[in-house]
């Protein structure tokens, strides 16, 4: 089942975006990823995807986010968070793709 997944990230853009490009998934998006929007808010940013299932977001955060997101964060001498913030899973039913 198609999901928007959507966190509140207590981390600056910069930081999201720097993360973003050590895992290179601007140029290799993450199976299962079908599209990604990062929004900043007063405490952080407002992270809103759209995944192929629960599931492979779950596998991708566990297998890949997690633990380079912590190495990212020691390697600048930031104590990583404990945890991500629980995603919100939000059912897709009607999902247009542009050209």
């Given at each position: 089942?198609?999901?928007l997944?959507?966190?509140?990230?207590?981390?600056?853009?910069?930081?999201?975006?720097?993360?973003g490009?050590?895992?290179?998934?601007?140029?290799?998006?993450?199976?299962?990823?079908?599209?990604?929007?990062?929004?900043?808010?007063?405490?952080g940013?407002?992270?809103?995807?759209?995944?192929?299932?629960?599931?492979?977001?779950?596998?991708?955060?566990?297998?890949?986010l997690?633990?380079q997101?912590?190495?990212?964060?020691?390697?600048?001498?930031?104590?990583?968070?404990?945890?991500?913030?629980?995603?919100?899973?939000?059912?897709?039913?009607?999902?247009?793709?542009?050209?």
């Amino acid at each position: 089942m198609t999901v928007l997944v959507e966190m509140d990230m207590p981390m600056p853009r910069e930081l999201i975006e720097a993360l973003g490009d050590k895992m290179g998934v601007h140029t290799k998006a993450p199976e299962g990823l079908v599209s990604h929007v990062l929004s900043e808010t007063g405490e952080g940013c407002h992270v809103m995807d759209i995944w192929d299932s629960p599931e492979m977001f779950e596998r991708f955060r566990d297998s890949e986010l997690v633990p380079q997101m912590m190495s990212f964060l020691q390697e600048r001498g930031m104590t990583p968070p404990e945890h991500l913030p629980d995603p919100k899973y939000t059912p897709v039913y009607d999902l247009v793709r542009g050209s």
